[in-house]
């Protein structure tokens, strides 16, 4: 068998068009656009990077984009006075401050401080308490993505076997919320797990977030499973998934490549979350299975 590829750059920028024509359509409503705040403390060239295509992407889709540069040398009370400038201003829908933070500052306290109902990442631990209960909430980018993707590619994902692997509270735990709140049958593996091959041999589904290339290999898949490869690996031969590719396409049903499979998805993730936020700070009605 050789795997579809799940192309998670189209469904993204399918996505990303559907929520720039909703966000449109919000401004007209409201009077003013949705907007996104970005905060990036320091030079890591890659958190640079991010910060500059989630600016042009919230421009691209309608929104308002505020993006604040602080030096790495900045003191843990200046940013936490930006967080509260920011949950109290009214053209801010979404806070996003991109992490990793420099080492001196205290992450927890920084994520603790933003407005549940602002926090786009759907880090606060009031959000995770509201996926882990099936409150209206906000969810992490990157998991969003994942079950969209499956959605797509699977339908109905109720009664499927699926295989989280990774416990991170950004992508397996809430992935495993996910999957579960869509009523899959899930079983969270990690680094502790025993007869990882026997578990993923049992899988309709495989979401593999375990940060090391080509974990995963394809002699351990189902025939016929849909693999979602959340890894991003710099090795020698480039970026790499947590998914032995080669091997896994010739054994899955579906499976999403590194890169352009889930990584497309965070960004437009992000977007759909701050239309929400705005929808919900405006007190206005979105069609969210539409988008
Ligand atoms: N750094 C890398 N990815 C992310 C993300 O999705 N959100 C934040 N806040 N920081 C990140």
Known sequence: ???EIIDGKAFAAGLRARVGDAAAAFEA??????????????EDPASAVY??????ATIAANM???EHRLPADTGQDSLIALVDRLNADPAVDGILVQLPLPAHLDEQEVLLRIDPDKDVDG??????GRLATGMEGFVPCTPLGCL???KDQLGDLSGKDAVVIGRSNIVGKPMAALLTAASATVTLA?????D???????????????GRAGFVKGEWLKPGATVIDVGINRTDNGLTGDVEFDSAASVAGAITPVPGGVGPMTIACLLRNTLVAAHRREGLQLDQAAL
């Open 148 to 150: 969209m993707l499956l």
């Open 196 to 210: 990882l091959p026997g578990h993923v041999s049992r899988a309709d589904i495989v979401v593999a977030a375990v």
């Open 29 to 42: 409503q409201a009077g003013r656009k949705a907007g996104l705040a970005v905060v990036l403390v320091g």
């Open 190 to 194: 990690h680094s502790r797990t025993k």
């Open 51 to 56: 910060v500059r295509s989630k600016g042009k």
């Open 1 to 3: 068998m050789t795997a």
């Open 123 to 128: 880090f606060h631990p009031v959000n995770a």
């Open 64 to 66: 308002a984009s505020f």
